[in-house]
C-alpha cells in the first residue's frame, strides 16, 4: 500500500532532491526586463567566464607588445585582421546566430568606408564618423534584413548577391562622388585620444580595443533575450514561435547589428589604408568573410578571431600568386563543409570524442586479455 | 519609334540565352532544392571547351556539341561529389548553397589557370551580317542564338510537364520519401537534374560566348542575369523562367538606350530586390514556395 499524504508530510528523514534552478523573483507588479542588445544580461557569466576588465587588461598587454614584436608587413596584415575580425564578427551574428546565408557583408563594409573617406578630415571628427559609418551599414544591412525576414533562406542568398553588386555598381559608376575605379583617398590624419591611426602602432591599439568592444556587444546579444530568440529561430522555428519568439524582429535585430559591426569595419579599412576602391569590396571580400565564419563554426566570437586572424596571414601570403589564394579558398569551404560542417571547433570536438572512444577500446581490449 | 523597336529586337537573342540560364537554374531549384551559384560558371566551362576544340581544328557544330557536353558532365560531377554527401544532413540545403558558391569560386580558378586571364572569342554558328526589314536590322546570328534557346527551353519544359521522370523531379523538391517510395531513387533525380541543367548552361555560354567573348570571372555576370530571370518569371517555374529572362534583357536594353549604359546591368539587381520585395512569388511562382512560413 502506498503511504498516506500525512504520513509522507511526517517522514523527516533527509530525501536526495533534485538541484533546481534558481528563478529570480520579480515583484508582482514589474514589468519582464528587457535586454537592450544583451547588455542587460551578463555576457561574461553566459559565455567566456571571464569580465570585461580582464579582457580588456589582456588586449591592452597584447597591444603593448605585438607591435614591438611584428615586423612592419606582418603589422600591416595583423591590422587588417582586426577589420575582418570586426566584419566577421557581425556576419558571424547574421549567418552564424540567424541562419541568413548573406554574400553583402562586404558592400555592408563598402557603405561604412565610403562614409568615413568621404566625411571625415572634411565635415565630421574621427568618432563622428565610425559612428555614422556604423548606422549607414546597419540601415543597409536592415534593408535586406526586412527581405530576409519575409523569404526562406534561398531567396536571401539571392537578395544578398543583388544588393551586393548593386552597391559595388553604384560605387563605380558614380565617379564623380566616390572615384569610380580608380577609388578616392583619404583627406588628413586620423588621431584620435593622441593615437596617430595612420602608424601601424597606433592602429592596432585602436584596433585591438573596438575589436573588443565589438566582441563583447556580440557576446552580449548572443546571450540577450534576442540572441537567445535567434538561436532558437535557427534550431527549430516553429517551436521558437511558439515560445513567442518574434521572427521579424529576430532577423532584423541580427542584420541590423551584424550590419552596424559592417559598417564599422569598412570605416577602419578607409583609416587603415587610406584608399578605398570597389575592389576592396568585390566577391573574393565576402567569400573571405564567409570563409571565416565557416571555420569558426558556431564556438562564439573568439574563434571567429582566430579564424580571421589565421585566414587573413593565408590571404594575405597567397596574394602573391592570387589565382593559387582563390583556388584555396574555393576547396576550402567545399572541404570544409562536406567534412567539418560545424567549423575547426566541432570537427576538433570530433576528432577529440573519437580518441577517448578509441583510448576506450584499447584499454577494454587489453583489459580483457589480462582477465 | 524605330529606336525603340530596334532597342527591343536587340534584347530577343539575350533574353532568350538569360531565360536558357534561368531555366536551368529553376530545373534544379525545383527538383533539389538547391540555388546553384556555380550556374554561370558552368556556362563560361561549356565556352571555354567549345573554344578548346575549335582551337583543335574541330569543326565548330562538333565543339559546341563537345562545349554542352562539358558542361552537363562537370554540372554531373559536381553533384555526384561534393553535393550528394550532403543530402539528408541538418541544413544540408544551406550548407549545398555554400558549397555551390565555393565550386564557382574554384572553377573560376581552374579556368584562369587552364585557359589564361586574356578573353578569347568563339565563332559564330551563323552569319553576323545584318539583315534590314523597315529600318530595323537583325542579324542571323542573333536569330540562331534566339530560335536555339527557345526550342531547348521549351523542349524541357515540356519535358519536366509530360514526363514520369519530369513529373517526378518536380515532386522531389516537395517531398523526397515520396517519390522513392514510388520506387525512383532521388538521388538519380538529382543527377539528372544537375546534367540537364548543365547541359543548358553550355548551351548558353557557346550562344553567348561570340557576342560578350569568354573570360574566367565572366561566370557572375552569366548567373546574375539567370537569377533575375529565374525570380521575375517565380522561381521553380520554367516557362516563367523563359518570359523572366526576355523581360530583363528587354528592360536592361531600354535602360541603355535611353537612361544611361553605365546603369543597365542594375536593372537585373534591382529586379531581384524588387520582386523579392514586392511580389516575392514573381509571375507564375508559388507563394508557399518562397514566403517564410514563421
Known amino acids: 500500500m502506498p503511504p498516506s499524504r500525512a504520513a509522507a508530510q511526517d517522514d523527516t528523514t533527509p530525501r536526495p532532491t533534485r538541484p533546481t534552478p534558481e528563478v529570480p523573483s520579480a515583484p508582482s507588479d514589474a514589468r519582464p526586463r528587457r535586454a537592450v542588445l544583451g547588455l542587460g544580461s551578463r555576457p561574461g557569466r553566459g559565455n567566456s567566464g571571464r569580465p570585461l576588465v580582464i579582457r580588456f ?38 549567418f552564424g546566430l540567424g541562419g541568413l546565408i548573406s554574400i553583402a557583408q562586404g558592400a555592408v563594409m563598402a557603405v561604412g568606408g565610403y562614409i568615413t573617406i568621404l566625411l571625415f578630415g572634411k565635415t565630421l571628427g574621427l568618432v563622428p ?12 544591412s536592415l534593408t535586406m534584413g526586412l527581405v530576409g525576414a519575409r523569404v526562406k533562406t534561398h531567396y536571401f542568398v539571392l537578395a544578398s548577391l543583388a544588393f551586393a553588386e548593386v552597391i559595388v555598381l553604384v560605387a563605380t559608376t558614380m565617379t564623380g562622388l566616390t572615384g569610380g575605379s580608380n577609388g578616392t583617398a583619404l583627406l588628413g590624419v586620423p588621431v584620435l585620444a593622441g593615437l596617430n591611426l595612420s602608424t601601424n ?40 514561435v511558439a515560445s513567442g519568439v518574434n521572427p521579424l524582429a529576430s532577423r532584423a535585430l541580427a542584420t541590423t547589428v551584424g550590419g552596424v559591426f559592417g559598417g564599422i569595419a569598412g570605416g577602419m579599412l578607409a583609416l587603415l589604408d587610406g584608399y578605398l576602391g570597389p575592389q576592396n569590396f568585390d566577391i573574393p571580400t565576402a567569400t573571405l568573410l564567409l570563409l571565416i565564419v565557416v571555420v569558426a563554426g ?23 600568386s592570387p589565382a593559387v589564394g582563390q583556388l584555396v579558398y574555393g576547396i576550402g569551404l567545399i572541404a570544409l563543409i562536406i567534412i567539418a560542417p560545424g567549423g575547426v571547433y566541432a570537427a576538433t570536438d570530433w576528432s577529440r570524442r573519437r580518441v577517448v572512444r578509441w583510448r576506450g577500446r584499447v584499454g577494454y581490449k587489453s583489459g580483457g586479455s589480462h582477465e | 519609334m524605330t529606336l525603340f523597336i530596334q532597342t ?3 534584347a530577343i537573342a ?8 534561368g531555366v536551368g537554374i529553376s530545373l534544379t531549384y525545383k527538383t533539389t532544392g538547391i540555388i546553384n551559384f556555380a ?60 558549397i555551390t558558391f565555393g565550386v564557382a569560386v574554384l572553377l573560376q580558378e581552374v579556368t584562369q589557370l587552364l585557359w589564361g586571364s586574356v578573353p578569347q572569342t568563339l565563332g559564330s554558328l551563323a552569319s553576323g551580317n545584318a539583315w534590314q526589314i523597315g529600318g530595323v536590322s537583325f542579324t542571323p546570328s542573333s536569330l540562331t542564338i534566339f530560335l536555339a534557346a527557345i526550342v531547348v527551353s521549351a523542349a524541357i519544359v515540356l519535358g519536366v510537364e509530360r514526363t514520369r521522370i519530369g513529373r517526378a523531379m518536380r515532386g522531389c523538391a516537395q517531398d523526397r520519401e515520396v517519390v522513392s517510395l514510388l520506387g525512383i531513387p532521388p538521388e538519380r533525380l538529382y543527377l539528372i537534374a544537375f546534367t540537364v541543367a548543365g547541359a543548358t548552361a553550355g548551351l548558353a555560354g557557346v550562344l553567348i560566348a561570340p557576342s560578350v567573348g569568354l573570360a574566367p570571372g565572366n561566370g557572375l555576370e552569366l548567373v546574375v542575369p539567370g537569377f533575375a530571370a529565374a525570380v521575375l518569371g517565380g522561381f521553380g517555374s520554367l516557362p516563367g523562367a523563359v518570359l523572366g529572362g526576355i523581360l530583363i534583357a528587354l528592360l536592361h536594353n531600354i535602360v541603355a538606350v535611353y537612361i544611361s549604359s553605365g546603369y543597365a546591368d542594375a536593372v537585373q539587381y534591382m529586379a531581384i530586390i524588387l520582386v523579392l520585395l514586392v511580389r516575392v512569388r514573381g509571375l507564375f511562382g508559388d507563394e508557399l514556395e518562397t514566403v517564410r512560413s514563421v
Do not use: K, W
Request: hydrophobic content about 55%; overall charge positive.
Open chain 1, 57 to 94: 587588461v589582456a588586449v591592452a598587454a597584447l597591444a603593448q607588445f605585438v607591435p614591438s614584436i611584428a615586423s612592419t608587413s606582418n603589422m600591416l596584415t595583423i591590422n587588417l585582421a582586426c577589420v575582418y575580425a570586426v566584419a566577421a564578427v557581425g556576419l558571424n551574428l547574421i
Open chain 1, 129 to 140: 564618423c565610425l559612428l555614422l559609418a556604423g548606422c549607414g551599414g546597419g540601415v543597409a
Open chain 1, 201 to 240: 602602432s597606433g592602429f592596432f591599439h585602436f584596433a585591438s580595443i573596438l575589436l573588443l568592444v565589438v566582441v563583447y556587444l556580440a557576446d552580449a546579444l548572443r546571450v540577450s533575450r534576442g540572441g537567445l530568440g535567434l538561436s532558437a529561430l535557427t534550431m527549430n522555428s516553429y517551436l521558437a
Open chain 1, 298 to 320: 558556431r564556438a562564439g566570437n573568439g574563434s571567429v578571431v582566430i579564424a580571421t586572424l589565421i585566414l587573413t596571414f593565408l590571404s594575405q601570403g597567397l596574394l602573391t
Open chain 2, 8 to 10: 527591343l529586337v536587340s
Open chain 2, 14 to 21: 539575350a533574353g532568350a540565352v538569360y531565360g536558357l540560364l
Open chain 2, 39 to 98: 550556374h554561370g560558371q558552368v556556362a563560361i566551362f561549356g565556352g571555354y571547351v567549345a573554344f578548346a576544340l575549335t582551337e583543335s581544328h574541330v569543326p565548330l557544330g562538333v565543339a559546341v556539341v563537345g562545349g554542352i557536353a562539358g558542361a552537363a558532365l562537370l554540372s554531373g560531377a559536381m553533384e555526384r561529389t561534393v553535393l550528394r554527401p550532403l543530402y539528408g544532413r541538418d541544413r544540408g540545403v544551406v550548407g549545398a548553397i555554400l
